[in-house]
């Protein structure tokens, strides 16, 4: 995704694109930096997708290499908010789109670390 990064003082978000439909937008939390998704026209009800990331830097790479139209979601997030999203066009990269669970491992692999997950194995 094609970023272009504006800071929005009233809503004290930084606006990063708008791409497929989305608006595309990080915003800082307490601990963690969330990369959000609001379908363009939809702002009064808030974000549909939300995604932490350990760092801003960490984020804006993610954020860099998204590919809204084919990837159902960023890569290398802590967790995931909101809806499960599913890209217009995921049957281009089928190895990428697999089931995740909510911290972004895939299911089939069973390494998540989060122990209350049902992507974690001991």
């Known amino acids: 995704m094609q970023l272009t990064p504006i800071y929005d003082a ?4 930084w606006h990063l694109a708008e791409a497929g439909g ?7 939390m ?3 930096f969330a990369l959000t998704g609001t ?3 939809d702002r009064l009800h808030g974000y549909r997708w939300r995604w932490c990331f350990k760092t801003e830097l960490e984020l804006l790479c993610s954020a860099g290499v998204f590919d809204p ?3 159902d979601e960023p890569p ?3 967790k995931r908010k909101g809806e499960e999203r599913q890209a217009p066009r995921r049957d281009a990269l089928p190895e990428y789109n697999r089931p995740k669970c909510v911290h972004g491992r895939y299911l089939d692999v069973r390494d998540c670390v989060h122990i209350a997950c049902p992507g ?3």
């Open 30 to 32: 307490l601990t963690t």
């Open 10 to 13: 009233e809503r004290e978000v």
């Open 76 to 78: 290398g997030y802590l």
């Open 39 to 41: 379908p363009d026209g």
């Open 120 to 122: 974690w194995t001991p």
């Open 22 to 28: 989305v608006i595309w937008d990080m915003v800082p």
């Open 69 to 71: 139209d084919t990837m």
